[in-house]
């Protein structure tokens, strides 16, 4: 099984800030389109946000747009989420997914992203 990892959950004040990181042993993320979901207790899966392969294009859900940074280091072969100004609303398991085609834009950040997932990191946001 491919192996793809998120890390850096943890419990995070309200308003304050949190990096998370997606990295795997086996896919070169910049080949794929990296995108970042958030299931909370209780709701269905949900996406934050994508970048795309090879080029740094990126695209946010309204919610957390501005607020929330995709970023990718191509030599520790990571796709970060930074989560700046976070809300209890934040609150959620967040995981990562790969998906070989690349894209990232609305149109195709939707429930059939990915092929490749993570098992999630925890984030909770409180007081």
């Known amino acids: 099984q491919v192996q793809i990892a998120e890390s850096g959950g943890g419990l995070v004040q309200p308003g304050g800030s949190l990096r998370l990181s997606c990295t795997s042993s086996?896919?070169?993320?910049?080949?794929?389109?990296v995108g970042w979901f958030r299931q909370a207790p209780g709701k269905e899966r949900e996406g934050v946000g994508c970048m795309a392969g090879f080029v740094p294009t990126t695209y946010y859900v309204d919610s957390v747009k501005g607020r929330f940074t995709i970023s990718r280091d191509n030599d520790r072969n990571t796709v970060y989420l930074q989560m700046a100004d976070v809300e209890p609303e934040d609150t959620a398991v967040y995981y990562c997914?790969?998906?070989?085609?690349?894209?990232?834009?609305?149109?195709?950040?939707?429930?059939?992203?990915?092929?490749?997932w993570g098992q999630g990191t925890q984030v909770k946001v409180s007081s």
């Open positions: 997914a790969a998906d070989a085609r690349g894209y990232c834009d609305a149109s195709h950040f939707g429930p059939d992203f990915g092929g490749f």
């Open positions: 086996e896919l070169t993320l910049h080949y794929f389109g």
